[in-house]
């Protein structure tokens, strides 16, 4: 049987085909890989813009909560407490009378610097002869003064400790989880401290700045955003496990190297063992040791 012979056409027109189909998947690879590259480079600069825009806010919350505690230390505004202080000590005022007393004077003078939103949740005095509690909230009565005794955990501060100095700091309580910013009762008048006031801060409002499940938010359906403690516990709320705050262990990579000061963006496992693509660093708060992953 006579076999067909490949024509020189027929050859010319496989090569070029197989020429065709070669160039298109290499095309084809490039133009993928070039998109997908793009798309994680965009995805780490979208990821990076909302953990600086949450960065700041969160050091902005912290610097106007600094300014209202810089107003109410002042000592004008706690010197008929710390003046009365005495009389209630010897018995000359009944604890109701001297509990009603600060409350008039939180009011007349305090309150004000606080505005409609309260951000704390307590403010602890303590002097040489006084420790007392307020406990803040929208409307106070004399059932939120206390007085606790001085061996109380929140009143182990030697007031000899602390030198003059009109500096507000931070105190971060990792076994209660509380932070408080801590700020010397000054007297401008003379040069010597009269006592201590710590505010507790309240929390809620730094996990609405980090949780926000609006899709519009610049992470979509499935991005987070949450700050995690020096002692690796998550201090806001997770978008995917609920009663997440201060109970999750967040111990990754990205926690890591954000608390050896480094900030970057990578893909890397998070605390649901799942990998992602994220962005890292740390928060510029002195006094305060925390990280902040998107």
């Not at 010197?79 to 009365?84: A, L, P, S, T, V």
């Not at 604890?95 to 009603?100: A, L």
């Not at 420790?131 to 501060?157: A, G, H």
Request: charged residues 25%; hydrophobic residues 35%.
């Amino acid at each position: 049987m006579k076999r067909s012979k490949t024509t020189l056409v027929q050859k010319l027109f496989g090569y070029y085909f197989a020429l065709s189909l070669v160039t298109i998947i290499i095309l084809s690879l490039y133009s993928y890989f070039t998109s997908k590259n793009a798309l994680i480079s965009r995805t780490y600069d979208q990821l990076t813009s909302v953990k600086f825009e949450k960065e700041r806010n969160i050091e902005n919350y912290f610097l106007e909560r600094m300014d209202e505690v810089n107003q109410i230390c002042l000592y004008e505004n706690w010197e008929g407490i710390i003046k009365n202080t005495p009389l209630y000590k010897t018995n000359k005022m009944f604890e109701e009378d001297y509990k009603s007393f600060i409350l008039s004077e939180y009011e007349e003078k305090i309150a004000k610097y606080l505005g409609e939103k309260i951000n704390f949740k307590n403010i602890i005095i303590q002097t040489d002869s006084l420790q007392c509690i307020i406990q803040l909230k929208s409307k106070i009565t004399t059932n939120d003064i206390s007085f606790p005794v001085k061996n109380d955990t929140l009143f182990n501060y030697d007031l000899k400790e602390f030198n003059y100095s009109n500096r507000i700091t931070m105190v971060e309580d990792l076994i209660n989880k509380k932070i408080y910013l801590r700020a010397n009762l000054r007297n401008n008048s003379i040069t010597r401290k009269e006592g201590l006031i710590l505010f507790e801060m309240e929390m809620t409002s730094i996990n609405s700045i980090m949780f926000n499940t609006n899709v519009l938010n610049g992470l979509g359906k499935t991005g987070e955003a949450y700050a995690v403690g020096s002692d690796r516990i998550m201090l806001t709320s997770s978008r995917f496990k609920s009663n997440s705050i201060n109970k999750q262990l967040v111990k990754t990579l990205a926690v890591d190297k954000a608390f050896h000061n480094l900030t970057g963006t990578g893909k890397y496992k998070d605390y649901r063992d799942i990998t992602v693509l994220g962005s890292y660093g740390k928060i510029n708060i002195p006094g305060l040791n925390w990280v902040i992953l998107v």
